[in-house]
């Protein structure tokens, strides 16, 4: 079993960064496929990215793609979301989220993931 938490969100003004932090215990997260999604009020949830376990393949939605970089820090047992050029639509509630063996087509789905953090609200000012 691992335990998530996230941290790292915050106010930033549009076209700033910010780096958000998932940081585990009770298991070793480079042992986990590790994604981050997103849900903004009175819409969906929303896939950003993954990380994948074994290989460290990474993949992001198009709509962050070039803007976002996801990483690990085994030494810190932590991944890493890196967003840049932030815009107003980015604002929502950010979630990492962990599962093991996952296969290529569910790495989008977050009903795949086992274990999930709290979320950190992102809020980007135009």
């Known amino acids: 079993q691992v335990e998530l938490v996230e941290s790292g969100g915050g106010l930033v003004q549009a076209g700033g960064s910010l780096r958000l932090s998932c940081a585990a215990s009770?298991?070793?997260?480079?042992?986990?496929?590790v994604g981050w999604f997103r849900q903004a009020p009175g819409k969906e949830r929303e896939f950003i990215s993954v990380?994948?376990?074994?290989?460290?393949?990474?993949y992001y939605a198009d709509s962050v793609k070039g803007r976002f970089t996801i990483s690990r820090d085994n030494a810190k047992n932590t991944v890493y979301l890196q967003m840049s050029s932030l815009q107003s639509e980015d604002t929502a509630v950010y979630y990492c989220?962990?599962?093991?063996?996952?296969?290529?087509?569910?790495?989008?789905?977050?009903?795949?993931?086992?274990?999930w953090g709290q979320g950190t609200q992102v809020t980007v000012s135009s």
């Open positions: 989220a962990a599962a093991r063996g996952m296969i290529l087509s569910s790495l989008r789905q977050g009903d795949k993931y086992s274990y």
């Open positions: 009770g298991s070793t997260l480079r042992s986990y496929t």
């Open positions: 990380i994948r376990e074994s290989t460290n393949n990474r």
